[in-house]
């Protein structure tokens, strides 16, 4: 499988520290040092979904690809406004596809087992095009008045294009069923019948376990594609790491004991945005020219499950 064309979409109100100074007790100073975050773009007149379509469609251009060639979409999605259908059946409609597809939420993750079941597709059916897009609004489930949460993410949507090759050299993916540090449960339609207490409420998260969480399935799932493919890390050219925290991609990248310049980042910018952080960043380096033909990429993502997983790749396009 290989990646052809990457595009990505975000909402257009910045909120910088500063503004969100304003109505909570922090500051530039504790976001910066403790995250690595500036600003973020958050959904405020948009719509997911139109979020979505626009990766997608970048996404296509950048590839060459009709979105009538599709032959199947998957949307990698937390929360969205529709209950059902799915966003990718939504999407499917925008840009004109008319492909089967399906939605996964692999949480932080997302985007990396869409790979793998991508990939999977690929040895299991008679198909040329696969569209991954990860679009994501996490900026909906936290609350506004919770310092420890709200000022960590943003909103967003990166989307690849995939066709068969030999580019993905190996995927390994993790889960541990381990809610407590990082969940959020909300109240389904009310019914007669109903006589149990119901949770609701907005995201939570003890921050120091999900850190350490993090950094430990990140290291393992690097450590297992790279011993599969029998290459060192130095071999890896780009460590794209989910856009957390700053401190969580420099405590792996310290462990790796890699330079700096392998571990682009742009969390400053965006916060995080879920399983979109990676396709956006990709999108950002392919657009940018930064990845030359032949470069061995890492792709590592962790969140609520536990899940987390790896990718390595080639990298083959011009
Ligand atoms: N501004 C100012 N102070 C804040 C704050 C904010 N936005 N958020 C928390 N604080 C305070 C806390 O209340 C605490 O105060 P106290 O010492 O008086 O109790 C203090 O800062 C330290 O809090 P702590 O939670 O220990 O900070 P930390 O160094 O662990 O950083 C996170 C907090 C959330 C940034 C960090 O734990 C983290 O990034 N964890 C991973 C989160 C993550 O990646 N989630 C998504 C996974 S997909």
Known sequence: MNIIGTGCAHPSLTVTN???SGFLDTSDEWITTRTGIKKRQLISDERLEDLATEAATKALENAGVAAEDLDYIICSNVINEYITPSLSCILQGKIGANSPCVDLNGACAGFIYA?????????????????IVCAEEPTRMVDWNQRNTCVLFGD????????????????KLTAVSKPEPLYQMRKLEHTPFINKEEP??????????VFKLAVESSKNDINSVIDECDLSYNDVNYYLLHQANIRIIDTIRNTLQQDESKFPHNIEKYGNTSSA????????????????KGDKLVLSAFGAGFVAGACLLKWSKE
Do not use: W
């Open 200 to 209: 609701d409420g907005p995201l939570v998260m003890k921050g120091q376990d």
């Open 18 to 20: 500063e503004m969100l």
């Open 277 to 292: 952080s990676i396709p956006i960043l990709l999108d950002e380096l392919n657009r940018d020219k930064k990845l030359k």
């Open 156 to 171: 967003g949507a990166g989307a690849v294009v995939l066709s068969r090759g030999e580019d993905v050299m190996a995927i």
């Open 115 to 131: 790979l793998d079941i991508a990939n999977s597709f690929f040895k299991s059916k008679d198909i040329k095009n696969i569209l």
